[in-house]
Nanobody
Framework: QVQLVESGGGLVQAGGSLRLSCAAS????????MGWYRQAPGKQRELVAR???????HYAESVKGRFAISRDNAKNTVYLQMNSLKPEDTAVYYC?????????WGQGTQVTVSS
């Protein structure tokens, strides 16, 4: 079955960096779009970044220039490099796989940015 396992979250001061990883299994990773979403307390889940099977990327306006999504098809892993973190980036970050129009989610990893 499809499994997405996130890691790399934690507590960081404003201006710092974190790198999230998502290890995928149970499907053909290389041909499917992957993404990162986040959900802050009291807010809806929102798209942070996504990458297509061919490596094209898309970012939310709020993270452009600070975050970078990438994928390693040999390792079935997608990454989110987060730089210049702000307190408003605090949220649970979820890995997402879009497989034949169905969305799959990881369990989430907490990112907390202190001011």
């Amino acid at each position: 079955q499809v499994q997405l396992v996130e890691s790399g979250g934690g507590l960081v001061q404003a201006g710092g960096s974190l790198r999230l990883s998502c290890a995928a299994s149970g499907f053909i990773f290389s041909i499917n779009p992957m993404g990162w979403y986040r959900q802050a307390p009291g807010k809806q889940r929102e798209l942070v970044a996504r990458v297509t099977s061919t490596g094209n990327t898309h970012y939310a306006e709020s993270v452009k220039g600070r975050f970078a999504i990438s994928r390693d098809n040999a390792k079935n892993t997608v990454y989110l490099q987060m730089n210049s973190l702000k307190p408003e980036d605090t949220a649970v970050y979820y890995c997402n796989a879009l497989i034949l129009t169905r969305n799959y989610w990881g369990q989430g990893t907490q990112v907390t940015v202190s001011s």
